[in-house]
């Protein structure tokens, strides 16, 4: 059989629209190769196979590298992903049957992988699954914040000098950089500092107005569960009000009944 890349190298000096016919999509069914099984190797978990556009993406890549070698790595994907979209819904056919192929061998191995597990590797495995659901849902989480045109928090005076100065700080690293700008800021006297000091209370101010403006926005277009939780500082001294008088009436109680206990000594 010729190897996968003569036979598309024709298509893509032409153009980057693939599976132009029945012919190019009978060749990608035979060029893909078989699904492999995700058995475990040193106790590591098996890997989560790849969707259709995934498996797609892995295939193609390399051809479009070698066909624009000075393209940067994220127009690469951007090409391939416009030739996934162009595809029909019978050439991205043979890429999501072995997806789902290889989804079922994943259930097998996986069922086989947590049958060996000690009940402490298992107590482990969950949490760690747990972790990264929470990373992808914090990661998601901040993608939408950002589409949606939140302002960025405030910086801090240090920050605010950091990135004023980070270009002409000394150190060939990120690292060495932010050290050496850390050892420069404490070298700077009270009345250097307090410029930046003062530059950083404006940009809360900044901050302050951006957000206020962001969330009636929010309101507006009906995601007030993005909107920040406030508690006024007339329900904080209410609560420890009625802390205050529930600690007097109790004082109080004992204060009669200990009255009463002597008087009846007394008498």
């Not at 009625?242 to 009463?260: C, F, H, P, W």
């Amino acid at each position: 059989m010729a190897p996968f890349g003569l036979l598309f190298s024709g298509l893509l000096k032409k153009s980057l629209s693939l599976f132009s016919d029945a012919s190019s999509l009978i060749r990608v069914v035979n060029v893909i190769p078989a699904v492999k099984s995700f058995t475990t190797s040193a106790g590591a978990p098996p890997k989560r196979p790849l969707n259709g556009y995934m498996r797609f993406v892995k295939q193609q890549q390399p051809l479009v590298v070698r066909e624009y070698p000075d393209v940067k790595a994220v127009d690469v994907i951007r090409k391939i992903a416009h030739q996934w979209r162009t595809l029909t819904a019978d050439q991205k056919q043979p890429f999501q049957q072995l997806s789902v192929v290889a989804r079922e061998q994943f259930k097998v191995d996986m069922q086989r992988y947590q049958s060996q597990l000690t009940p402490a590797q298992a107590a482990a495995l969950k949490q760690e699954r747990r972790r990264r659901l929470a990373k992808r849902k914090a990661i998601r989480r901040k993608r939408e914040l950002n589409s949606l045109g939140k302002p960025k928090r405030p910086r801090s005076s240090f920050n605010i000098f950091m990135a004023e100065h980070f270009e002409e700080s000394k150190g060939t690293t990120t690292q060495g950089k932010m050290k050496m700008l850390r050892e420069d800021w404490t070298k700077l006297s009270t009345s250097q500092q307090q410029v930046y000091v003062q530059l950083a209370e404006d940009d809360k101010v900044r901050y302050k107005n951006e957000m206020k403006s962001w969330e009636e926005h929010m309101m507006d277009i009906g995601r007030e569960d993005l909107i920040r939780r406030k508690e006024t500082h007339k329900d904080k001294t209410a609560t420890k009000g009625g802390k205050q008088k529930s600690k007097v009436k109790v004082v109080k109680t004992k204060s009669v009944g200990a009255t009463t206990a002597r008087s009846g000594k007394k008498a």
